[in-house]
């Protein structure tokens, strides 16, 4: 006879287990596959290829492009972000809702339609292109590259740092900010004092999620600028499709080092400021 906490947790595991079997097939095998692969080079295995992207300024700078735009992106997005999240805050709950189904909508717009309407609005004949150069305010501006991609990214990093941040600021309680003005705190003190060490993890966590995303975008860059944006999505893509360049074992260790990037702070955010908010809590 199974006693009934283990029967709990069989059942609890039978259900799991297609999740388990999903998140396997679609990440865990292909993350392998991708390590096996980069360590082949002419059928032989080898760390070649990754000492050719780590001696290569080519690639390096594709990595350093794609770290500015993502760090400059990311901020923008929190930046931005926060006093809309603060104001929506003080609004009632259906506008909060409405307005956090469109941020949902709207940071799920990427990819070849986001590029498109970006073409449409701001490329060389876009719409606002023509608008603010007959007003003369915007002269000589060209979307097709580093400035278009940082243009578009903050779009969509944007509205998905208000889905992030938005839930957060529920710390920040009408009892604490009563109690800081009671104590004479002006709007800034509050801020400086209170509001930002309490929401401090909320945006470190929210920040390196925005930079991850940039990151790992794909699609939107290359409907955008094609090939001439030297950042490390669109050399890993060049490198698999591509027809004169073609090395798809490159491509893979191009893609560990991506991961690798990517991993280092999320397990940051993980072991640092997890514990700090148990502890807090």
């Known amino acids: 006879m199974i006693p009934a906490g283990n029967r709990t947790k069989i059942l609890a595991f039978l259900c799991v287990t297609p999740f388990l079997l999903v998140v396997f097939m679609f990440e865990v095998a292909p ?55 603060v104001l929506l805050k003080r609004m009632p709950g259906r506008v909060q809702q409405l307005i956090s189904i469109c941020a949902n909508i ?39 590259g580093t400035t278009g991609l940082v243009i578009v990214y903050s779009y969509f990093q944007i509205l998905f740092a208000i889905l992030l941040l938005l ?32 929401l401090a993890p909320s945006l470190i966590s929210a920040y390196l999620l925005l ?12 409907a955008l600028v094609g090939g001439s944006a030297n950042v490390v999505t669109i050399r890993i893509g060049e490198l698999t499709a591509g027809d004169v360049f073609s090395d798809p074992n490159l491509a893979d260790a191009l893609a560990m080092l991506l991961v690798i990037s990517l991993i280092i702070p999320i397990l940051a955010d993980q072991f640092l400021l997890k514990p700090r908010q148990h502890h807090d809590a």
Do not use: H
Request: with cysteine; glycine share 10%; hydrophobic share 55%.
């Open 167 to 198: 839930p957060g600021l529920g710390a920040l309680t009408t009892e604490i900010r009563e109690a800081a003005f009671l104590m004479g705190a002006s709007t800034w003190s509050f801020w400086r004092r209170i509001g930002l060490p309490i």
């Open 211 to 222: 930079f991850a995303n940039a990151m790992g975008t794909y699609a939107t860059a290359w």
């Open 106 to 144: 709207g940071a799920n717009f990427t990819g070849f339609p986001l590029a498109f309407a970006f073409v449409i609005l701001l490329g060389i004949s876009g719409s606002f292109t023509l608008l603010f150069a007959r007003m003369g305010i915007l002269q000589g501006f060209n979307i097709y």
């Open 31 to 85: 993350l392998l596959a991708v390590t096996t692969n980069s360590l082949f080079a002419s059928d032989v295995i080898s760390a070649s290829n990754y000492t050719e992207i780590l001696s290569s300024r080519f690639y390096l700078g594709a990595f350093k492009v794609s770290y500015l735009i993502s760090a400059a992106t990311a901020l923008i997005g929190i930046v931005v972000a926060l006093p809309i999240c």
